[in-house]
Every structure is written in structure tokens, then in C-alpha cells.
């Protein structure tokens, strides 16, 4: 989720997520966790060591869910590059070390969420 529906250019916007245990295989609950963001030009960005880039890599391997948990991403500045318009994050848990572009390997729904920039 994002802290705020809409934001202006030079804001910040927050990115927390909250997980729960894959409950079907509860003794290997080590997954990949990817973030994407779609942008309002339909280029798709991948979340990997605190940056949006082009090339799909998780933004945490190997992550292992024991319990339900939530955390914060991080805060991300709403510089010149982000266009006006409606922005969507999509998040999903996916088996270690496979293709996050064979749903096969999701261990999760796909989550969403979008927020615009005025």
C-alpha cells in the first residue's frame, strides 16, 4: 500500500506491504518477493536494491515468512521523471530463483494498488 491516494512532483510517496504465511506449504516459506510499477506510459519498472529499474530482478530474495508480518519498503521522491498520471504497484511472492513471468511460479495472488500524480 502507499501512504496517499495522489501526490504532487518532489513529494514522497511510502511503500509498505504485509504478508502472510503460504499456509499450502508451511515448512518452505522462502519465496522471492517482486515489486513492480507500472507507469502511465505502460513501461513496467522492477523495484531491486531501493531503485525502479527496467530489467525484471526481486526486490528481496530469498525471503523467508514464517508468520504474518508487514514491513516498509521504502520512500520513493516523486522527482521530473514520474509523469502526471495514474501509477500501479503490483507485488507478488514467487518461487526462489524462477521466472516471475510464469505465473506457474507465483506463490501468491497478484496484489495492486495505484496512486496518481498530479
Keep these: 500500500s502507499t501512504n496517499a491516494a495522489s501526490y504532487n512532483r518532489g513529494e514522497y510517496f511510502a511503500l509498505s ?46 525471503l523467508a515468512i514464517g508468520t504474518q508480518c508487514s514491513f516498509n519498503v521504502g520512500a520513493f521522491k516523486l522527482g521530473p521523471k514520474y509523469a502526471p498520471g495514474m501509477y500501479t504497484i503490483y507485488g507478488v511472492l514467487n518461487t526462489p ?8 511460479n507465483w506463490r501468491s495472488a497478484l496484489a495492486t494498488t495505484t496512486f496518481i500524480v498530479n
Design 97 to 104: 530463483r524462477t521466472s516471475v513471468y510464469r505465473s506457474a
Design 17 to 62: 506491504i504485509e504478508l502472510w504465511p503460504d499456509s499450502a506449504n508451511m515448512f518452505n516459506n522462502y519465496v522471492d518477493l517482486y515489486l513492480a510499477m507500472r507507469t502511465p506510459g505502460g513501461q513496467l519498472l522492477f523495484l531491486s536494491k531501493g531503485q525502479w529499474k527496467t530489467s525484471a530482478r526481486a526486490s528481496y530474495s530469498g
